[in-house]
């Protein structure tokens, strides 16, 4: 038989069961205890609208809070109570209003123009890549700057820190479909958690010029001769910028007199690389770490002191690849054109560990920026992805650093807005005319402002003088009448009616 609920003045079992309430308005869960009630049901609804008129907030033109859609989630609330949200863009991070937005196009445009100048061919990749691809040998500074997760699928993937992974994995996938040498481009947006500083932020574009299949640094001699040749399309000399360069194969060919193992070769060079960010001092420390001896240390930081080829040679003679390789790199400087760019700088040695022969940084003779372009040889990266290694070398060069250059050396171009026309309707009814107008130099490849909406003439000038517009194009009742339109030359303020077919 089943038992009657016991009314509400009854008395209920001692261990009072837990009852969960979702607050309306912030989706809490509070938690109450039912206890034995002695109430009406007018007291009892009078309590309750008393409980709730103190707890939850009035909602204007609602009989009721809020409630969940058919997909369960609650819908917005009122305009009254949207919180104003942070309208900066997250720390690191740039908007590209549209006069931003031209001086990248213009950056962009020449970096394009300078990698077809040299027959190089656009490519792209996933912002989004796994992030294994990444994580190569421990110590390297790009672990710890990644933007990864797990996705829906359970996958660890990662917001790209730069380009030449994808650049690997696209060329072992296509493997000998695509015949050496490959000279490829990219310009992609990249990003790494890392401390900000002047030139550098958490997410940049990157253009990087890559040649796979050349074994000999001519691929480098060439890749840095498309960096000269940029800088010189943008108003940069050898006064603002030069080259430090140098080889891995330096720091080998002085380990291996120590029989350092290869593994803390790679090491070296990563803490190397922090020279002049870090205190001597704890360069010593981070090296005796990885195995190095005293005396391997101070002879290897003797030899990175040398900016010198000549002093270089007498150190480790002129039978390895090291000092061959500098002196051809050098002599081919002279032949494109750009020695007074380029400078020997044993210290310079990339952080990454991929790198494999020689390496070079673009800096800014001032001392005021850090690197503004990077690259060098990476003969075995391939293989670190399960490919089969081809010779290949390549560059980075992002576009934070190259602004501030231009910043500094007052080169930063004008990029106005510019619209060869603007087309305007005298009368609201001939709107549409104006329409027409618009459309047919549009299909004769003008650009066209039209403007949408009945404007006086003094705001249709200065919307014309503000978007640098060529010529101003008015679409009377008279003149549309008999098929004509009145076109005045804004620079010379010359007016005349012409017809609509002869209008180009």
Not at 142 to 168: H, W
Not at 435 to 441: C, I, K
Request: charged fraction near 25%; hydrophobic fraction near 40%.
């Amino acid at each position: 038989m089943v038992k009657e609920p016991p009314s509400c003045g009854s008395t209920m079992a001692a261990a009072a069961p837990s009852l969960l309430i979702l607050h309306p308005r912030r989706l809490t869960l509070f938690a109450t205890t039912l206890r034995p009630l002695s109430l009406t049901h007018h007291q009892f609804f009078a309590r309750s609208r008393h409980h709730f008129s103190s707890t939850t907030p009035h909602y204007p033109n609602a009989a009721e809070p809020p409630r969940a859609g058919r997909s369960n989630s609650v819908s917005a609330p009122p305009p009254d109570y949207a919180q104003k949200i942070d309208v900066n863009p997250p720390k690191g991070t740039r908007d590209f209003p549209p006069e931003d937005m031209r001086l990248r196009n213009w950056l962009f445009h020449n970096f394009r123009e300078v990698s077809e100048l040299f027959g190089f061919e656009e490519v792209d990749y996933p912002v989004l890549e796994t992030e294994s691809l990444y994580i190569r040998k421990a110590g390297e500074e790009i672990r710890d700057q990644l933007y990864c997760f797990e996705d829906k699928g359970n996958r660890r993937v990662a917001l790209r820190p730069e380009l030449t992974p994808s650049l690997a994995r696209l060329v072992i996938q296509k493997g000998k479909s695509v015949p050496l040498p490959i000279k490829w481009f990219a310009i992609g947006q990249c990003w790494r958690y890392e401390r900000m500083t002047r030139g550098r932020r958490r997410e940049h574009y990157q253009w990087n010029m890559d040649i796979i299949g050349v074994p000999d640094v001519t691929g480098e001699a060439e890749l840095i001769s498309s960096i000269v040749t940029f800088f010189k399309r943008i108003g940069i000399t050898a006064k603002d910028v030069g080259f430090k360069i140098s080889s891995r194969k330096v720091l080998q060919e002085v380990l291996s007199l120590y029989s350092v193992p290869e593994a803390s070769f790679a090491k070296a060079c990563i803490i190397i690389d922090k020279m002049g960010k870090i205190p001597m001092e704890e360069i010593k420390k981070e090296l005796k770490l990885v195995d190095l001896s005293n005396e391997a240390i101070e002879d290897l930081l003797q030899v990175l002191s040398m900016t010198s080829l000549t002093e270089l040679e007498e150190k480790l003679g002129d039978a390895g690849e090291a000092v061959r390789e500098l002196k051809q790199l050098f002599s081919l400087a002279e032949k494109f054109g750009y020695s007074e760019w380029i400078q020997f700088d044993a210290s310079v040695v990339r952080g990454l560990a991929y790198y494999t022969g020689i390496v070079f940084e673009g800096f800014d003779r001032e001392g005021k920026l850090r690197a503004i372009c990077g690259g060098g040889r990476y003969d075995r990266l391939l293989s670190t992805f399960g490919g089969d290694d081809i010779p290949a070398c390549g560059f980075g060069f992002g576009d934070a650093v190259i602004i501030e250059l231009l910043k500094e050396r007052q080169l930063i171009p004008e990029v106005p807005l510019e619209v060869e026309n603007i087309v305007c309707s005298l009368d609201p009814d001939l709107q549409g005319a104006a329409a027409t107008v618009a459309t047919l130099l549009r299909e004769k490849g003008q650009c066209v402002d039209l403007v949408l909406e009945n404007k006086p003439l003094k705001w249709v000038f200065k919307r014309a003088a503000r978007i640098n517009a060529r010529r101003l194009i008015l679409v009377g009742k008279s003149e549309w009448e008999r098929g004509m339109v009145s076109v005045k030359i804004l620079s010379t303020g010359e007016q005349n009616q012409i017809n609509l077919d002869d209008l180009q």
